[in-house]
Nanobody, 124 residues
Framework: QVQLVESGGGSVQAGGSLGLSCAASGSSYSRYCMGWFRQAPEKERESVAF???????TFADSLNGGFTISQDNAKRSLYLQMNMLKPEDTATYYCALGTRRSGAYCNGAFAKDWGQGTQVTVSS
């Protein structure tokens, strides 16, 4: 069983920056996808950014280019640095983890384990 704990959410004005962290504990996977999703009030959950055990990264097309995803394997942690934030980035951000088949790329369907979420609020 995997536990994921997010931290780092908060409130910021438009144009500002926030960094999110996700710490994993419990079971681990040799091939995995790990990433961030978000859900705004009354909207469906959407993908934000993914990475995997090879270091490949994928970002949602809708992002403005100000987001960076990274991981620290030794700490079993995932990070999301968000710059140039806009009010439409306001949402609860979730960390997720899942296994990856050999040769496969991560997509929005990989998530098996989820964190509890952390709120990001961007004011105009």
């Amino acid at each position: 069983q995997v536990q994921l704990v997010e931290s780092g959410g908060g409130s910021v004005q438009a144009g500002g920056s926030l960094g999110l962290s996700c710490a994993a504990s419990g079971s681990s996977y040799s091939r995995y996808c790990m990433g961030w999703f978000r859900q705004a009030p009354e909207k469906e959950r959407e993908s934000v950014a993914f990475t995997d055990d090879t270091g490949r990264t994928t970002f949602a097309d809708s992002l403005n280019g100000g987001f960076t995803i990274s991981q620290d394997n030794a700490k079993r942690s995932l990070y999301l640095q968000m710059n140039m934030l806009k009010p439409e980035d306001t949402a609860t951000y979730y960390c997720a983890l899942g296994t990856r088949r050999s040769g496969a790329y991560c997509n929005g369907a990989f998530a098996k384990d989820w964190g509890q979420g952390t709120q990001v609020t961007v004011s105009s």
